[in-house]
């Protein structure tokens, strides 16, 4: 059983950035790839990015809707802690994003084993 903690979310106005981070705990945490998804008013929820399990070769991959803006990192002191990096912000990623992890070295979307409970990102002037 994992437990994973979303924090970081706010308020920012377009162009800002922000940085959200998701506590991981519980056991056997290097074998789980780590997606971050996000779900916006009246919207389905959506994949925003992947970073593979910590025993695996390092690889991340990134919507093309955030590419080049956000960015899906793994703590290297604690390999507990994933990141994402939200920067050049613009109203429709205005959304709750949520850290999922899946028990194999890579996301399969569709097959998530275990969800935080969210963090609100609002953008707005």
């Known amino acids: 059983q994992l437990q994973l903690v979303e924090s970081g979310g706010g308020l920012v106005q377009p162009g800002g950035s922000l940085r959200l981070s998701c506590a991981a705990s519980?056991?056997?945490?290097?074998?789980?790839?780590f997606a971050w998804f996000r779900q916006a008013p009246g919207m389905e929820r959506e994949a925003v990015g992947c970073i593979s399990s910590s025993r695996s070769p390092h690889s991340t991959e990134l919507a093309d809707s955030v590419k080049g803006r956000f960015t899906i990192s793994r703590d290297n002191a604690n390999k507990n802690t994933v990141y994402l990096d939200l920067s050049d912000l613009k109203p429709e990623d205005t959304a709750v994003y949520y850290c999922a992890a899946d028990h194999q070295s890579w996301c399969n979307y569709y097959g998530i084993d275990y969800w935080g409970k969210g963090t609100l990102v609002t953008v707005s002037s």
């Open positions: 519980g056991f056997g945490l290097d074998s789980y790839a």
